[in-house]
Nanobody, 123 residues
Framework: VQLQAFGGGLVQAGGSLRLSCAVS????????KAWFRQAPGKEREFVAA??????DYADSVKGRFTISRDTAKPTVYLQMNSLKPEDTAVYYC???????????????????WGQGTHVTVSS
């Protein structure tokens, strides 16, 4: 699978951004996808995942971020509302989980990654 993330940028606290991840080489409807993020000096952390019609969110973004997909495009989206300075990071989309079941929350359990897109939230 090939993944290409875009849509990042600079936004003020309280604002919104929508990230997109273009997917090729794999049916989007049947394979899990996820968003992770990595802030400077920190480990890559789970943000959200989608598999079939089920979604999962990190506690830090629940209620503010929404993951969705358009199988016709095929693209996975991350709508980010009420952004906070602590949301500043490089955001990556991930595919090819290495095990079955619910999408894993650990980055090392995903096999494919997009190139990342920068999100900066100013206070």
């Amino acid at each position: 699978v090939q993944l290409q993330a875009f849509g990042g940028g600079l936004v003020q606290a309280g604002g919104s951004l929508r990230l997109s991840c273009a997917v090729s080489g794999q049916p989007l409807s049947t394979h899990a996808k996820a968003w992770f993020r990595q802030a400077p000096g920190k480990e890559r952390e789970f943000v959200a995942a989608i598999k079939w019609s089920s979604t999962d969110y990190a506690d830090s973004v629940k209620g503010r971020f929404t993951i969705s997909r358009d199988t016709a495009k095929p693209t996975v989206y991350l709508q980010m509302n009420s952004l906070k300075p602590e949301d500043t990071a490089v955001y990556y989309c991930a595919g090819d989980p290495k095990k079955g079941g619910p999408p894993p929350r650990r980055a090392r359990e995903w096999g494919s990654w997009g190139q990342g897109t920068h999100v900066t939230v100013s206070s």
